[in-house]
């Protein structure tokens, strides 16, 4: 059945808010029951592991944003990438409206759908970390808080990293018996259902179970059929279990399965398009809801799906950990062992018709070992030290596969076997030189071997050339040093000076070579003030920052003589990148709480003499060879993300009637981005989201109503344009 018109959305939206309303029913039995939602009367005191060790948020000196766990639904964070709605200077973005997400912070990271890249973010669950940003896309679901930290990272994580990390700490057991639920439907038929049990198993033991299912949702729909496309189906599941092994070893070990067999995003057309060999124009689409597909038979039977379904996935990660901490007097020492599968099926339809214009299926069968080790001293004295040892074996087998304008039926595959072996030792420490003032060092060497084998890109089942395996290693030295001074016993100033690395890597799609790219190396120089006031009512958290960047990796072109021009992964040699940050927190009076941040950033290519594809093409027999390569001076050409972000919420709670009311809504907006692969602007876009929960005072449960994108916008945050 075709998809409501516009007319019947607009009164939805007036009812119900645009991307849905919902009757939201939370239960929460504990042999502790919470019986009252408490008003805020000044700011809470925020735990975090930021680096390494438990410590109040305000006394980390590095730029850091928290989402807390029960924050994650009314701020609208369902899946990760929405967490660039709360956090400045941060975009994630799914590339081409698949499940590769791609993280940049600060103006750090890349625009790339292949699956076998390292992030220039870190991504970490319990300490974890998550190497490949696909496997992040599952479902967010009893999390205790999201901590993300703005600027190069390895002197205290597993991995190296340019951008920043993001740690997401699930609940840990509990040690009285608990129990919750929280249950929510909306339009589109959009539903959630998430659960949790946690209590005590036995003398010494503790156990958390929790699961979670997404179901529903879908707001698309077909231009040529009326077939809805967007419903989630998305299951996942996790176990924890904490263990006193003795008074000085415990042992934390967790598994979590998730399955996602989601649909895609279409796309929609915002010109008028002719399929390559047809006679047909397919005007643009007007309406923001339309977009079209068809899967072909030749893709259809290579990736084991039928012509009729949607674009969308099926994938299922499978993680296990276990953390060892022991108290050997002088120090503690923490053993994190993990492993991780992760098998990536993904079918989607770039071109948003029903023609074989370029319909893509990516496959990734991914294994990830890995072992950290660290000492750390227990505190207390001048002196603060860590020093630890990370190793991680990954193995990556996958493939890109599509049938692309102007080759007919004909399926166009580039498979590989990627293999990568990293070591690294770092250190982090902190000395006391006053009262006030201390010194902070870290160091980090990092040893990484990639090889990539592949045959190229064949065409219509034929091989491009023999298997040749590609190599790239990683020899690098990162680290920070800096200084923080306590301007009173409520603020803390802080200043350093970081290098940061991030790994090179290959080109996996469209290519008939995988010539590895370079490392990009970041020299972020960093100053900051995290303070509270008016007797800790007013939090003001603020940081500037600018970067030097060299071999920053971007999408580029390169000719090969006999094929042309081919998409790969580049080297900028020199680019910088400035801006700030501001993030406030106040309670004006008990029970209302209001937050905004607010981010900027500013960055060019300072030195960049890039390949220019149309000249080439030009210069060129339209057949080949290609002899002739054409450069132009990007030099001065600023940098391709949003300068501005701005996010905020106002909250309140009070009692009436015997019964806790809590009334909030939230609001972000994104700055305009020039898009390089349409070679036009996407405007910026604002998004609101509110709600109102209440419940009995002396009762354990609450109902609400939500509206995510309140005020019904259309955005958009990425267009491609390689088909014209």
Do not use: C
């Not at 929790?210 to 189906?233: C, F, I, S």
């Amino acid at each position: 059945m075709r998809a409501p018109d516009r007319l019947d959305a607009a009164m939805k939206a007036l009812l119900f808010g645009a991307s849905g309303a919902v009757l939201l029913a939370s239960l929460a039995v504990s042999a502790q029951a919470q019986a009252t939602q408490e008003q805020a009367t000044r700011l809470d005191e925020i735990v975090v592991t930021a680096q390494r060790r438990e410590e109040a948020a305000q006394d980390v000196g590095q730029a850091l944003s928290l989402i807390a766990g029960d924050a994650l639904e009314e701020r609208a964070v369902l899946v990760i990438n929405d967490i660039e709605n709360v956090v400045p200077n941060m975009e994630v973005d799914s590339q081409f409206g698949g499940g590769q997400p791609q993280f940049r912070i600060r103006g750090i990271g890349a625009r790339e759908y292949s699956s076998n890249n390292a992030s220039t973010v870190g991504v970490y669950v319990d300490e974890v970390a998550h190497p490949y940003t696909v496997t992040t896309q599952g479902a967010l679901f009893d999390l205790a808080r999201i901590e993300v930290l703005r600027g190069p990272q390895g002197t205290l994580y597993g991995r190296n990293t340019t951008g920043g990390a993001v740690n997401l700490v699930t609940n840990a057991p509990t040690a009285d018996a608990r129990a919750g639920a929280l249950v929510e439907y909306g339009i589109y038929d959009r539903a959630k259902v998430e659960g949790y049990i946690s209590g005590p198993i036995a003398p010494g033991l503790l156990g958390r179970l929790a699961a979670v299912t997404e179901q529903g949702g879908a707001w698309q729909y077909n231009r040529d059929t009326g077939e809805e496309l967007g419903d989630l189906d998305k299951t996942a599941l996790r176990g924890r279990l904490t263990w006193d092994v003795t008074e000085a070893l415990t042992a934390d070990l967790s598994a979590t399965w998730s399955q996602d067999r989601s649909d895609g995003l279409g796309f929609r057309l915002l010109g008028p398009y002719t399929p390559s060999g047809s006679t047909t124009t397919i005007p643009a689409d007007t309406a923001w809801r339309i977009t079209g597909w068809e899967l072909s038979p030749e893709l259809a039977a290579l990736s084991g799906r039928q012509v009729g379904d949607n674009p969308g996935r099926d994938n299922a990660g499978f993680d296990l950990s276990a953390r060892l901490t022991a108290d050997l007097g002088f120090a503690d020492l923490t053993s994190i062992t993990a492993w991780q599968s992760f098998e990536r099926d993904e079918y989607n339809d770039w071109d948003g018709t029903r023609f074989a214009e370029s319909d893509v299926w990516f496959y990734n069968d991914i294994d990830v070992f890995s072992q950290e080790l660290r000492l750390a001293s227990q505190g207390g004295g001048r002196f603060d030290w860590l020093v630890g040892a990370h190793y991680a074996d990954e193995a990556n087998d996958g493939g890109f596969v599509t049938q692309f304008r102007g080759f007919g039926a004909d399926l166009i595959e580039t498979a590989y076997v990627q293999d990568v072996r990293a070591v690294g030792v770092f250190t982090h420490n902190s000395y006391a030189l006053t009262e006030r003032l201390s010194l902070i060092g870290g160091l980090r060497y990092e040893y990484e071997e990639r090889s990539l084998t592949s045959t190229g890109t064949s065409v219509g089942g034929v091989p491009a050339g023999p298997k040749i395996t590609y190599e790239t290693d990683l020899s690098e030295v990162s680290g920070r040093v800096g200084l923080e001074y306590d301007l009173s016993d409520d603020a803390l100033l802080y200043a350093g000076v970081a290098r940061g690395v991030k790994s090179g890597g290959f080109t996996t799609y469209n290519a008939t070579s995988a010539t590895p790219f370079r490392p990009e190396i970041v020299i972020a120089y960093e100053a900051g003030l995290k303070s509270d006031w008016l007797d800790e009512r007013l939090r003001l958290n603020a940081a500037v920052f600018f970067y030097d960047y060299t071999d920053q990796q971007v999408q580029g072109l390169e000719y090969d003589r006999e094929v042309g021009r081919l998409g790969k992964i580049t080297n900028v040699p020199e680019s910088h990148i400035l801006g700030g940050e501001i993030e406030l927190t106040w309670v004006p009076v008990d029970g209302l709480t209001i937050s905004q941040s607010l981010g900027y950033k500013d960055g060019e290519y300072d030195e960049y003499d890039a390949i220019d594809g149309a000249a080439t093409d030009a210069a060129n027999p339209p057949d080949g060879p290609w002899d002739v390569i054409i450069t132009n001076d990007r030099s001065g050409e600023q940098l391709q993300f949003p300068p501005l972000t701005y996010a905020g919420s106002v909250a309140y709670d009070w009692l009436a009637a015997g019964w806790d009311w809590r009334a909030e809504s939230n609001y972000s907006y994104r700055d305009e981005l020039y898009s390089v692969t349409s070679s036009s602007i996407i405007d910026d876009y604002w998004l609101v989201n509110a709600s109102v929960s209440a419940g009995p005072a002396d009762a354990n449960w609450r109902v609400g109503v939500w509206a995510r994108n309140l005020f019904d916008e259309y955005y958009e945050e990425t267009r491609n344009g390689f088909n014209g």
